[in-house]
């Protein structure tokens, strides 16, 4: 499994940033993809996830702001970020997830907002 990230960037509180994500090596439609963060001292945590049937998941910190989509066809899933805050400043990791729970985590990629 091999998984791709990018998009992310350095941008003013209020701002938005879309992040994707691109799988290979993987039958993408029997995994759970998912957007993780690590910020600076803090433990990884999930921001959104999806199935392959589309039913999301959210963090509360990022409901509402944040919006999590698949392309299945694509293999991608990406992450739609509005109304940032400094707080949401993270290594965003993209993940897939197995129905045992097996963790397949892409390189990361940073997202600073400054205020």
């Known amino acids: 499994v091999q998984l791709q990230a990018y998009g992310g960037g350095s941008v003013q509180a209020g701002g938005s940033l879309r992040l994707s994500c691109a799988a290979s090596g993987v039958n993408f439609i029997f995994y759970r993809m998912g957007w993780y963060r690590q910020a600076p001292g803090k433990q990884r945590e999930l921001v959104a996830d999806?199935?392959?049937?589309?039913?999301?998941n959210y963090a509360d910190s990022v409901e509402d702001r944040f919006t999590i989509s698949r392309n299945n066809a694509k293999k991608s899933v990406h992450l739609e970020m509005n109304g940032l805050k400094p707080e949401d400043t993270a290594v965003y990791y993209c993940?897939?997830?197995?129905?045992?729970?097996?963790?397949?985590w892409g390189q990361g990629t940073l997202v600073t907002v400054s205020s």
């Open positions: 999806c199935t392959s049937g589309g039913t999301t």
């Open positions: 993940a897939a997830v197995t129905r045992s729970r097996d963790y397949y």
